[in-house]
């Protein structure tokens, strides 16, 4: 994931192996993504997500091509009256965090895409919904990860509003408005999950990080992935990172 302002910064994904060198936190020992070995996991009991009302409504995001990704942020000038309004709390997730950006990670074709894997299963596409409490500065993110779709049918149509307007913008800086519905967007009710600290997943790599993992997959058009992959970047995604002695939960169904 990325908070969108490392813009500038020179690093890229031929060589995430050298990002300690720039950015010692990369180099850590609580590093993202990981590889969920999900019997490894620790069950726990957590409390339901709960997301503020807009979610249910439409919101006006800008997506920018910052060098690295396709980030969608509130539009400026409605920040003030809707930055407030997007908040989650629950989960893993033990204050109220407010969304910053979500953008999503792919690779060169299906088989590679998804920062995280699962049992060592690597998904064509994962979303990161990056959050922050405004309180304590605390970063949270929620992860997604796809599967292709195979009818257009069954893709997720906000998913193909973000990939149709990112696709757009070939240059570096390039922007575009797009109305989404974020609830739509993220579809997580009921979802099982995973939750662990790692850090974040673009320069400089910052750790402490309150990472969820959803397991059940949203639907994409691999169209829309090579447009993305055609337009954008080829590739978008960094290695999973070694889990150390880090104990990585599950959410306890009933
Ligand atoms: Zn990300």
Redesign the pocket.
């Given at each position: 994931?990325?908070c969108a302002d490392e813009s500038d910064e020179h690093w890229s994904y031929n060589n995430p192996s050298t990002w300690p060198d720039h950015f010692p936190a990369a180099g850590g020992s609580c590093q993202s993504p990981i590889n969920v070995v999900s019997s490894e996991t620790v069950p726990q009991q957590y409390p339901p997500f709960i997301f503020s009302p807009s979610y249910t409504g439409l919101t006006l995001l800008t997506l920018t091509n910052n060098g690295h990704?396709v980030a969608a942020t509130l539009k400026k000038d409605t920040e003030s009256e809707t930055q407030s309004d997007l908040w989650i709390t629950g989960g893993g997730l033990t204050d109220t965090f407010h969304f910053v950006n979500f953008?999503l990670?792919w690779g060169r074709n299906d088989r590679h895409g998804s920062?995280h894997e699962i049992d060592g299963n690597i998904f064509p596409a994962e979303a990161?919904v990056v959050l922050k409490n405004n309180e304590t500065g605390k970063t949270a993110?929620l992860g997604f990860l796809f599967d292709i779709a195979n009818s257009p049918d069954k893709e997720n149509a906000q998913w193909k509003a973000y990939s149709t307007a990112a696709s757009t913008l070939i240059n570096i800086g390039d922007t575009v408005d797009c109305m989404i519905n974020m609830s739509q967007l993220l579809n997580i009710e009921d979802k099982q999950f995973f939750c662990y600290i790692g850090s974040l997943?673009?320069p400089p790599c910052t750790e402490g990080v309150i990472w969820t993992i959803f397991i059940d997959t949203i639907t994409i058009l691999e169209d829309d992935l090579n447009l993305l992959r055609k337009n954008i970047m080829r590739k978008v995604y960094r290695p999973v990172q070694p889990v150390n002695d880090r104990i990585i939960y599950r959410n306890q169904v009933d």
């Open positions: 994931m990325s990704q953008h990670h920062e990161h993110v997943t673009t």
